[in-house]
Nanobody, 129 residues
């Protein structure tokens, strides 16, 4: 099983990027998936998650209104549209997937790294002011 994140880059503040996470080896069409990020010297932090059916999304407060998580189950791919990027968004972004199918959790648990069983390798996002 592999999660391959892509789409990172170096941009200016206010620009947009779209991250993609392509899954292979198994389907995640009925699994919770999420995005996390880790800045240098900091712990990995939750960014966004999408429920197994795609009808529920969760965001950390700092990205609400700017980032949108979505999924294309036909392509087995997770996305993160990032608009109005800020220098504080600079980090390595990781996608992750829950190994359990058709499972719903409390809002707080979506934000925990312990929920996720599979992790991508990360893609660097650098935002300059």
């Amino acid at each position: 099983v592999q999660l391959q994140a892509s789409g990172g880059g170096q941009v200016q503040a206010g620009d947009s990027l779209r991250l993609a996470c392509a899954a292979s080896g198994r389907t995640f069409s009925s699994n919770v998936m999420g995005w996390f990020r880790q800045a240098p010297g900091k712990e990995r932090e939750f960014v966004a998650a999408i429920g197994w059916s795609g009808d529920r999304t969760h965001y950390t407060d700092s990205v609400k209104g700017r980032f949108t998580i979505s999924r294309d189950d036909a392509k087995n791919t997770l996305y993160l549209q990032m608009n109005n990027l800020k220098p504080e968004d600079t980090a390595v972004y990781f996608c992750a997937a829950d190994g359990r199918r058709r499972t719903t959790y409390t809002d707080g648990y979506y934000r925990s790294t312990s929920l996720y069983d599979y992790w991508g390798q990360g893609t660097q996002v650098t935002v300059s002011s």
